[in-house]
């Protein structure tokens, strides 16, 4: 499998500010993943990356928060924008790899607080 | 996608094995169950998945029933390393690329 590394790995913003988490991949994948996780909570799925067109966002995401990038097979990046304290999450980045694709691979994730 | 019904938490002492039980009864014919986990402070880690056959490779073994409405997760030694949230996925083989995670199973293996 791919090795897949996320920066930063953690960050504190101050509210009404944007971050932007960056998402590596080792080799190309096709499709790339960003998901959420709030605090005590499990993980939802916030959008897929497409290279080269815009990215497909689930129901309650829209793009203009959570602004996503895919320039190409190995990089993706997330911004979450104009952020509050309701933002504090861990955000992880996946992939799907493996001999029939069927596997998520995910990043360590970045740990975001909002102040 | 079928949801799953996981118990919440469960104990388990270092070296022996490790059952985590998940009932899926409204899976269809052509969803696959997966077993991912989580390790504190790190992304989720795909175990092993399977759609009626049992599965083993070298993390765990997977026990499907015959009807497919459950299935058992088992890690054959458990050790300290293996403490983590484990979910159990039922997804579609050509299904929508979300993967509900579910709340998992919050396995402690206690030395």
């Known amino acids: 499998s791919a090795v897949i590394s996320q920066k930063p790995s953690r960050d504190i913003c101050q509210r009404g500010t944007s971050l932007t988490i960056q998402c590596q991949v080792d080799?190309?994948?096709?499709?790339m993943f960003w998901y959420r996780q709030q605090p005590g909570q499990s993980l939802t799925l916030i959008a897929t990356?497409?290279?080269?067109?815009?990215?497909?966002?689930e129901s309650g995401f829209v793009i203009d928060k959570f602004p996503i990038s895919r320039p190409n097979l190995t990089f993706s990046t997330l911004t979450v924008s104009n952020m509050s304290p309701e933002d504090s999450s861990i955000y992880l980045c996946?992939?799907?790899?493996?001999?029939?694709?069927?596997?998520?691979?995910f990043g360590s994730g970045t740990q975001l607080s909002v102040l | 996608d079928a949801k799953t019904t996981q118990p919440t938490s469960m104990d388990c002492a270092e070296g022996r094995a490790a059952n985590l039980p998940c009932n899926h009864s409204?899976?269809?014919?052509?969803?696959?169950v997966y077993w991912y986990r989580q390790i504190h402070s790190q992304g989720p880690q795909y175990i092993i998945h399977?759609?009626?056959n049992n599965e083993t490779n070298e993390m765990a073994s997977l026990i499907i029933t015959e009807d497919r409405k459950s299935s058992t997760l088992i890690l054959p030694h458990a050790t300290l390393r293996d403490t983590a949230v484990y979910y159990c996925?039922?997804?579609?083989?050509?299904?929508?690329?979300?993967?509900?995670f579910g709340t998992g199973t919050r396995l402690t293996v206690i030395p």
């Open positions: 996946s992939y799907r790899g493996g001999s029939g694709n069927e596997k998520l691979f």
């Open positions: 080799s190309q994948v096709t499709m």
């Open positions: 990356a497409n290279q080269g067109s815009e990215a497909t966002y």
């Open positions: 409204t899976i269809s014919g052509n969803e696959y």
């Open positions: 399977g759609l009626k």
């Open positions: 996925i039922v997804r579609s083989g050509t299904g929508a690329n979300n993967l509900f």
